[in-house]
């Protein structure tokens, strides 16, 4: 079992940046590939960024590409996603999730999940 708590989350102006942190307990996060998901109030929950149990593969949504950025401290068990160039568009409850390097490299889509986080809320002001 692995639990999964976001943190970082808050209210800023459009242009600004947050960095979002997850930190796992229960196992180590090594032989997980991570995630984040998104879900606007009315919304599906949609794939924002992966990485890879390594590190060495990312893949992003197209939608923050070039302003989001995901990567990974195994050694502290936690995920970050560095949101630059924040747009109102943006505003949503983030979610972290988890699963097995062996059953999926990279996490896109919501039925890999194998763990989801609580969620940590980002909103962006216009």
């Known amino acids: 079992q692995v639990q999964l708590v976001e943190s970082g989350g808050g209210l800023v102006q459009a242009g600004g940046s947050l960095r979002l942190s997850c930190t796992a307990s229960g196992r180590t996060l090594s032989t997980y590939s991570l995630a984040w998901f998104r879900q606007a109030p009315g919304k599906e929950r949609d794939f924002v960024a992966t990485?890879?149990?390594?590190?060495?593969?990312?893949y992003y949504a197209d939608s923050v590409k070039g302003r989001f950025t995901i990567s990974r401290d195994n050694a502290k068990n936690t995920v970050y996603l560095q949101m630059n160039s924040l747009k109102p568009e943006d505003t949503a409850v983030y979610y972290c999730a988890a699963a097995p390097s062996y059953l999926a490299i990279i996490v896109r889509t919501t039925t890999q999940v194998a763990y989801w986080g609580q969620g940590t809320q980002v909103t962006v002001s216009p």
């Open positions: 990485i890879s149990g390594s590190g060495g593969s990312t």
